[in-house]
């Protein structure tokens, strides 16, 4: 099994790339799992496992797992729509058939059932695990193939903003929050170049940039169609557009090239320099000038 991963940090267009990969006949992608994630910055399901059933080596209790992956609890929203995209009995029963229940086979299973009742036959996940652990992903599965999604920094920071800074929070509220998300994404730039470093000489790793799906969409899609061996649909040059992966709701079709540029006129000129500043070295790697607003 030659599985396709998107991997990436937060609010790098992850979610317009699943939309296009699984608009073709070919691949099929699970939502976020959080098998393994940082213990700072959320629960993830090997915590979930070890909490109900105590070390996942010893995993034994095939029944009171499928109730746990089945129950809602691990964090995530794949877990909140589990039932609908993946039969229980199914997947119990490929469960059953394993040897041993270790996270790498757990995972293995909802791969290839999940990719069987959606009709594909090439099963994928976008972010899978945290983009930290992108070893970890290898190391199961060094055949498969990475596509690694990324974004100016900038317009990370300012789609954050957006998201989460509110006028009734208070002054103090949204400074604490512009702190933490500054802070987070500067953690990102700095993980995401050092795993392009080490895996761009890769067969099986892709880098690809929001902006170059956004403005070169044809030529964009065409790349990632030919590193993957699957042919150009129609469709995939006018996908659905959602809020993000956790907040369903469709917003647009195609392609919003507002979106890359609308940090210029919503950053002030020391936030944009402190980003510049900080990650120079990260901007001249992925391909980002140090533009001022």
């Known amino acids: 099994m030659k599985p396709v991963f ?44 070890e909490q109900n059933f105590g070390s996942i080596d010893a995993l034994k209790d095939v029944d009171g797992l499928v109730d746990l992956l089945y129950s809602e609890e691990p964090y995530g929203y794949f877990w909140s729509e589990i039932s609908e995209k993946v039969p229980r009995e199914a997947l119990r029963n490929a469960l059953m058939a394993e040897t041993s229940l270790s996270l790498k086979q757990v995972f293995k299973c909802l791969l290839s059932e999940h990719a069987a009742f959606a009709g594909k036959s090439i099963p994928g996940a976008k972010f899978p695990l945290h983009y930290s652990r992108t070893e970890q992903l290898l190391e199961w599965f060094p055949d498969c193939r990475l596509i690694h999604t990324v974004r100016d920094p900038r317009a990370i920071y300012s789609s954050q903003m957006s998201k989460y800074v509110r006028d009734d929070y ?18 990102q730039i700095k993980w995401t170049t050092r795993i392009h470093h080490k895996l761009q000489h890769r067969p099986n790793y892709l880098l690809s940039r929001y902006e170059d799906l956004v403005h070169k969409p044809d030529e964009a899609v065409t790349r990632i169609c030919d590193f993957l061996e699957v042919e150009k649909t129609p469709s995939m040059l006018n996908p659905t557009q959602y809020n993000s992966s956790f907040k369903q709701g469709v917003i647009s079709q195609g392609f919003d090239k507002r979106a890359t540029d609308g ?31």
Not at 10 to 33: A, C, F, V
Not at 272 to 284: K, S
């Open 170 to 187: 208070g002054r103090a509220k949204n400074a604490w929050i512009r702190l933490q998300h500054f802070v987070h994404i500067y953690i």
């Open 263 to 293: 940090w210029r006129n919503k950053m002030s000129q020391r936030t944009v320099r402190l980003i510049n500043f900080l990650n120079q070295g990260e901007l001249a790697t992925l391909g980002y000038q140090k533009v001022e607003v």
């Open 6 to 49: 998107i991997i990436g940090g937060s609010r790098t267009g992850s979610e317009m790339l699943k939309t296009i990969l699984t608009s073709g006949p070919d691949i099929d992608m699970i939502n976020e799992m959080f098998l393994l994630c940082p213990r700072w910055l959320h629960p993830d399901l090997k915590s979930s496992i």
